[in-house]
């Protein structure tokens, strides 16, 4: 028979192997993108030291649409595939997704401040992006508003996907309208615009959040294949307390 | 063809015989609206200035209100359950459920704009572009508030739910809509805007009976 | 002449297997009653057998075709009435209006009007369904299958809230149903005077949940 448990002892297999690595990895770029960042990188000609937000800002805000796109796949593989695995991988993407989101959000902010002179201006970039924290959170909700925690996955997976629309929105928002936020440097045609001891912090601490996510995500989708144990568990006891009303009152065949 | 006039039929008899539904839909609008002179005092210049947004957003909130209602009543009295068991395409009864919703709820707001301009003192060159404005985009908010209403269904607080889903994805249409009444006000070109905002409907009308009717179907299988 | 069958079904509702390796089939004027305890899935197996919900194993099908009844529901739907719980009776409209709305989707040509007498409504025909009974609703929704023939029964529970006279109309449909080449499938806690049917117990299929790794 097909049975719905047997991936999950592979992956928790294969998890266990990958953790470590996954947590060394978050260690080591994180320090040598930190040293990197903040020491020996200079600042800039125009934007003086506040340029190091650029480290955490940037990564940031590509991990909040790396997650996203990331959690819109895995739905999509769930609804198609009907992959049990890829339920609980959406749903253990989306807080750390939001929370990057949050994070490219407010940093931008402390750089905006002194580099616009305002904390936070309605254009499309920041817009978009606002829009993309409240999907997150849509999904979060919606998927936590069900008894049923299948129908919860299968409503927000659907949502997730609708919401996929918002990311190309986010990555050319700065290429489509007139906006305050400067336009990609690093991802474009004819090569990255931007210095190599900048862009050298830069991608130590891309890789540094990729790590992370992975670790993160690995330890979030072990937490919820245990909290699916329990509760097949629990249903289990349930069934079997029943059956035996039902044989101790001689109602059953 | 046949059943989409059949449940269009239906649904806009259950709305005339339950109804105070339009009604109060309209009244919120109108006293949402008629808050803002309260709000931020009845001078006649600032009112204008803002008259566009007020009207876009209560009319968003107002159109949102009656939404929790569209697919609950038959998911819960098990009239959903049969539908989807009936020969029929899905996508088409949805199409029809939401022309329903947008002809009880839509087409009075766009009826009750107007008064309600008078009010804020809209100019009087910005009525042509708020109504034809109001008309492209109070259909795309019933089609993209359909998604909303069948991904809620048999969840926990459905309508508080419903518009933390629904309005961050109102935004386009409110963007749009808003901009093309101050091009008008400003003697600016907004066709532009008017043709997104059609644009809108054309890719919102394609793709959401579409994703509600498979929201639809995950709904009454669990 | 149509069959309807199913193999090796196995279902995995809300957490758990509710049953597996279940077998059934039926050949026109067959009835089977589904019988077993609360959760055994009676309802789980009619919906599967509506083709509203799929198998997690195992395939139903319809005569001899290799085709699943899932891979074009719509044509399953067709020849298909499912009865369940919920009776569906809107409020606001009357007798023959609920029971022409759903006529109508089906079949431009549909008996309401006779449907409706055979199952001792007709003198509500003209009464919005806030008035009706329990009971009255549960007529009013198998008037709804009556008015538009299909070749498969599916009925959960159908003799809920009837009276006598009611479920004495309720099994005379159905043996005129059968009579004319139709099937029955119904989940029932009384007895139905059903001639000649086939029990399944579900009792039988509930299986132990597999253990958890």
């Known amino acids: 028979m097909i049975h719905r448990f047997a991936n999950p002892t592979r992956f928790v297999r294969l998890a266990d192997v990958i953790q470590p690595w996954a947590a060394g990895m978050t260690f080591l770029f994180f320090v040598t993108g930190l040293y990197f960042g903040l020491f020996a990188s200079p600042a800039d000609y125009q934007q003086g030291e506040t340029v190091r937000i650029m480290y955490i800002h940037v990564p940031a805000a590509w991990m909040a649409l790396f997650c996203y796109t990331a959690m819109a796949a895995a739905c999509g593989t769930a609804l198609i595939w009907k992959h049990p695995l890829a339920d609980l991988a959406a749903r253990a993407t989306a807080p750390i997704g939001a929370c990057f989101t949050l994070l490219a959000l407010v940093t931008g902010s402390l750089w905006g401040q002194p580099m616009w002179g305002t904390w936070w201006v309605w254009d499309a970039r920041l817009t978009s992006v606002l829009i993309l924290f409240f999907l997150y959170l849509g999904y979060m909700a919606l998927n936590n508003a069900f008894d049923d925690a299948e129908r919860g996955f299968k409503a927000s997976a659907i949502l997730a996907l609708v919401g996929f629309v918002n990311v190309p929105i986010i990555k050319f928002s700065v290429d489509w309208w007139n906006t305050l936020h400067q336009p990609a440097s690093v991802l474009k045609a004819g090569g990255p615009a931007i210095h190599a001891s900048m862009l050298t912090p830069l991608i130590l601490m891309a890789l540094a959040f990729k790590a992370y996510y992975l670790w993160v995500l690995l330890i979030r989708m072990r937490g919820e294949i245990n909290a699916m144990k329990v509760r097949a568990l629990r249903m289990r006891q349930v069934q079997q307390a029943d059956m035996a009303d039902k044989v101790a009152a001689g109602k059953v065949g | ?222 | 002449m149509p069959s309807f069958s199913g193999q090796g079904l196995g279902c995995f509702r809300g957490g758990r297997l509710v049953f597996e390796n279940l077998a059934f089939a039926l050949q026109p004027g067959n009835a089977l009653v589904l019988r077993g305890p609360n959760g055994s899935g009676k309802s789980t197996l009619l919906r599967l057998m509506a083709g509203l919900i799929q198998p997690l194993e195992g395939q139903i099908k319809w005569s001899d075709s290799d085709a699943g009844i899932t891979d074009d529901p719509d044509l399953h739907y067709g020849r298909t009435h499912y009865v369940g719980h919920a009776d569906a009776v809107k409020p606001v409209l009357t007798v023959t209006e609920n029971v022409t709305f759903w006529a109508r989707l089906r079949s431009p040509q549909s008996d309401v009007a006779g449907a409706i007498d055979k199952l001792g409504i007709a003198p509500l025909a003209d009464i919005p369904g806030q008035f009706l009974s329990a009971g009255q609703k549960r007529r009013v929704n198998l008037a709804r299958i009556l008015a538009v023939p299909a070749n498969l029964w599916l009925l959960d529970e159908p003799a809920t809230a009837l009276d006598v006279d009611a479920i004495a109309a309720l099994c005379d449909a159905i043996a005129e149903h059968r009579a004319a080449g139709g099937m029955v499938v119904a989940s029932t806690h009384q007895n139905l005077a059903l001639t000649d049917h086939a029990v399944l117990h579900l009792s039988d299929y509930i299986t132990e949940d597999p253990a958890l790794v």
Not at chain 2, 3 to 12: N, P, Q, T, V, Y
Not at chain 2, 123 to 148: N, Q, R, W
Not at chain 2, 161 to 185: K, Q
């Open chain 2, 1 to 222: 063809m046949s059943s989409f006039i059949a449940i269009l039929s239906r649904d806009l008899n259950l709305a005339y015989r339950q109804g105070m539904d339009s009604v109060m839909v309209v009244m919120f609008f109108v006293i949402a609206v008629v808050l803002f002179p309260f709000g931020v005092g009845p001078e006649a210049n600032i009112l204008a200035r803002i008259a566009a947004g007020v009207i876009w957003v209560a009319a968003l909130l107002a159109s949102m209100l009656s939404l929790e209602r569209l697919f609950d009543a038959d998911y819960e009295d098990g009239s959903l359950e049969i539908l989807i068991l009936q020969p029929i395409t899905l996508e088409i009864a949805v199409a029809a459920k939401v022309t329903a919703h947008w002809l009880t709820t839509g087409l009075p707001l766009i009826i009750a704009a107007p008064v309600l301009a008078i009010l804020l003192n809209l100019p009087a060159d910005g009525f042509a572009v708020l109504i034809s404005a109001l008309a492209l985009g109070t259909p795309s908010l019933s089609l993209i508030g359909a998604i909303g209403a069948a991904l809620i269904l048999g969840a926990r607080r459905g309508g508080v739910l419903l518009s933390l889903l629904v309005l961050p994805l109102y935004i386009p249409v409110l963007i749009f809509g808003v901009s093309a009444v101050d091009a008008g006000l400003g003697g600016f070109p907004f066709k532009s805007h008017l043709l997104a905002l059609g644009g809108l409907l054309l890719a919102t009308l394609a793709l959401c009976p579409w994703v509600s009717a498979s929201a639809l179907k995950q709904a009454l299988r669990s």
